[in-house]
């Protein structure tokens, strides 16, 4: 057998493999390993030359859910003979944290009645990713839904009454990918506009209040805003 203490490897994991043959072996090196996304210590006898440890390291910032470690044929028995080939069951190596690759309102320019939809896409499935991982200004986030943990959807409705022309819309670090690597990426959409207070009239008056014949008046009207 050819067995891993853990088939999960995340960002800075390690794991044992313990290799056992049917007898004891001689001129059994690392040489014999074909090693894949990952480095292992020297193989050592653990008394009998029947069961073999090293400690498999993946290779940093590798993702591949696809993994064995193979054994050539170059080793032989005590007596001489030539051994067997063998593989490890599969092993994961993740360790890539999860990034966002797209944050983003579909209306950046707010106003009464306006609903848009901030989309975030991940580079990756994320866990442990909720709206308490969001913080958006000038207004409130529906809670977020996706169908594959990779795009995550949410209705934004901005704040009513409000006049703010500077806000994002901010994620934290709190969530992890499927594996468990983290801190994932820190990101913010582009500037948005919150522009939710409706316009009034401040002001409308005559330079002459009181108009007799022949006279006319400048209308004079303040609105509270453009």
Do not use: H, K, R
């Not at 901030?118 to 991982?133: G, K, M, Q, R, Y």
């Amino acid at each position: 057998s050819i067995t891993f203490t853990d088939t999960t490897l995340i960002e800075g994991e390690t794991s044992l493999v313990t290799i056992i043959f049917s007898e004891a072996v001689a001129a059994f090196t690392n040489d014999d390993f074909t090693i894949v996304n990952g480095a292992l210590s020297t193989v050592a006898d653990s008394g009998n030359q029947i069961t073999w440890t090293a400690t498999y390291t993946p290779t940093a910032e590798t993702s591949d859910t696809t993994n064995v470690l193979t054994i050539g044929t170059g080793y032989t028995d005590t007596a001489g003979n030539a051994g067997a080939a063998g593989t490890s069951a599969n092993y994961i190596v993740d360790g890539v944290d999860p990034v966002i690759t797209t944050i983003s309102f579909s209306d950046s320019a707010m106003i009464t009645g306006d609903t848009p939809t901030l989309t975030i896409v991940f580079s990756e499935a994320v866990l442990a990713f909720a709206n308490e991982d969001v913080t958006c200004g000038a207004g409130s986030l529906a809670t977020m839904t996706t169908n594959d943990d990779i795009t995550w959807v949410g209705t934004f409705t901005p704040t009513a009454n409000t006049e703010d022309d500077a806000n994002t819309c901010a994620v934290a670090t709190s969530y992890t990918d499927a594996y468990g690597n983290g801190v994932g990426e820190a990101q913010s959409t582009a500037n948005y506009e919150v522009e939710t207070q409706a316009p009034s009239v401040s002001s409308i008056t005559f330079t002459d209040t009181t108009l007799i014949e022949g006279e006319t008046s400048l209308v004079t009207i303040i609105f509270s805003e453009a």
